[in-house]
């Protein structure tokens, strides 16, 4: 799966997850919008979540800002808009808070819930906490892959999160 990333740049470069594939060029790196292929398009703000139904020969997309800037209007590139589901980050960052994943982690999930286990695991690689994003979320990964649309995986969403209130 292609994986193309806008790369705004606000973050300390030596933890930027983006920077780092393109590095391994499992990634592109696009400094302007114009240049981001039309995709899937991984939006925290998106109103359908990721799916195995969602076309997984389309590239993936994702915006690499720092959360301070991550509001709606940043997302605004061509594609179809598509929110990851629950999911808890595995870096030292951003370690066990739900839904702050960093851009790898983004695009491993994606790669995943899409049906390509290995490249998310390859992603992951790259990393020495990565193998923790994978077990952390081994279980919810593997149901969201295994649902058939979007509603099923909002679905399966719904137990994570009514447990994460108990």
């Not at 590239?59 to 808890?88: I, K, Y």
């Not at 994606?110 to 990565?130: H, I, N, P």
């Amino acid at each position: 799966m292609d994986l193309h990333v806008r790369y705004e740049g606000d973050d300390d470069p030596e933890k930027c997850t983006a920077r780092k594939l393109a590095r391994f060029d499992l990634a592109e790196l696009h400094r302007s919008p114009q240049s981001v292929p039309r995709g899937i398009v991984l939006d925290p703000h998106a109103e359908r979540a990721l799916s195995p139904a969602d076309d997984a020969d389309l590239p993936l997309v994702a915006l690499d800002c720092s959360w301070e800037t991550a509001e709606a209007e940043a997302f605004a590139l061509d594609g179809s808009h598509r929110a990851l589901p629950f999911l808890v980050a595995g870096n030292p960052v951003s370690h066990g808070q739900p839904f702050r994943l960093n851009t790898a982690e983004a695009f491993a999930a994606g790669c995943y819930v899409l049906g390509d286990e290995t490249q998310a695991e390859e992603l992951m690689s790259k990393f020495r906490w990565g193998h923790t994003f994978l077990e952390l979320n081994a279980e919810p990964l593997a149901r969201y892959a295994d649902c058939d649309n979007s509603e099923e995986v909002v679905a399966v969403q719904q137990e994570y999160l009514d447990m994460a209130e108990d």
